[in-house]
């Protein structure tokens, strides 16, 4: 809980510094393609998520691999493209700035909560 809470903490002051990407950083092209380079650096993202370890569970338990799978993959799916249109909808509308405060009050807030928690 402890590096949980350091985390948290490095997280918030990263959102508060920011990042930067000149020219001379562009990224390189992937020898894969966007769709794979996205896919499989989603699926590391979410390895070990509680979503993936639930969707498991269910497989198992009801024995049905494939009907478990399209759900969970409908419910992501939903749920990200609402996510992208609130976000969407908001960015026009709040300032990149406050966004960016509030993150890093959030990140650094919780993080000294998992601290104080773990040293209780």
């Known amino acids: 809980m402890r590096a949980a809470g350091l985390a948290f903490i490095g997280f918030g002051l990263w959102t508060l510094r920011g990042d930067t990407l000149d020219d001379d950083e562009a990224p390189q092209a992937s020898r894969f393609g966007p769709f794979m380079t996205v896919a499989v650096a989603f699926f ?5 998520d509680k979503t993936m370890l639930a969707t498991v569970t269910l497989a198992g338990q009801f024995r049905e691999a494939l009907p478990v799978w399209l759900g969970s993959t409908a419910g992501m799916v939903v749920a990200d493209g609402l996510a992208v249109m609130l976000g969407v909808v908001a960015g026009k509308r709040i300032p990149e700035r406050t966004v960016k405060l509030v993150a890093a009050v959030l990140f650094i807030v919780s993080g000294v909560w ?5 040293f209780m």
Do not use: I, N
């Not at 590391?44 to 070990?48: H, Q, S, W, Y």
């Not at 998992?114 to 773990?118: F, G």
């Open 44 to 48: 590391l993202a979410e390895l070990g």
């Open 114 to 118: 998992l601290l104080v928690s773990a």
